[in-house]
């Protein structure tokens, strides 16, 4: 049996976190076991790594922000990951790998060829089965992203960065996609919620040869 690992990737403000939830409770509505995680800061350290990397009150140069992300991983993938594809349990992971290479490697121009064995270490082995790229055009991500601010969701130092770096993001995320077809599958993030959702479903259905 396939593990069952699936990431959910994309540029901040493309709806990932809700089709995460949505189709964690999907899942689970069908009776089967479900951990739904995230990164960075779901684990033991993860939280004071998060407020370092996202808070705005610290800014790490490139190398230190990678070399962070990647030990909220190592951390996370210890705690979490492993035991749960251990168990047999689905896992749903709102960023993962992908996301190092689309923000750091491409937002930040690090080398990604160069820096390839740390990011394989802190995988700790275990590579997504799929990998739910929900695209959106930078500009409308931008505008749900300062909407969401003027509501007073509070918003990351990543979010403000200029509008070259996010288009540098988007960009690795194509990248990835082509470069990983058998793995990652870019899901249309326009349109109504529901709508988006099955997309989603479509697909985990599709890979995993579900009848659900």
């Known amino acids: 049996m396939k593990p069952r690992f699936i990431t959910f990737e994309g540029v901040d403000g493309c709806g990932k976190s809700t089709q995460i939830r949505l189709a964690r409770d999907w899942l689970k509505s069908m009776g089967e076991d479900v951990l739904m995680t995230f990164e960075p800061g779901d684990n033991s350290l993860g939280a004071g790594i998060r407020n370092i990397l996202l808070s705005g009150e610290h800014t790490p140069v490139p190398e230190a922000e990678l070399l ?6 190592a951390q996370h993938m210890h705690e979490l990951v492993l035991p749960a594809l251990k168990k047999g349990q689905w896992v749903l992971c709102d960023r993962f790998t992908d996301s190092t290479l689309a923000y750091q490697m491409a937002g930040r121009q690090l080398d990604a060829e160069s820096l390839q064995g740390l990011l394989d270490f802190a995988e700790m082995g275990a590579r997504p089965t799929l990998t739910l790229w929900i695209d959106l055009p930078v500009c409308e991500s931008l505008a749900r992203t300062r909407s969401r601010a003027q509501g007073g969701e509070e918003t990351t130092r990543m979010d403000e960065e200029a509008l070259p770096f996010h288009e540098r ?12 077809p058998e793995r990652i599958f870019r899901v249309d993030a326009f349109g109504d919620v529901d709508v988006v959702q099955q997309r989603v479903r479509t697909v985990i259905k599709d890979c995993f040869g579900l009848n659900l």
């Open 169 to 180: 993001v988007r960009d690795g995320f194509k990248r990835l996609c082509r470069q990983s």
């Open 68 to 73: 962070l992300f990647l030990a909220d991983r």
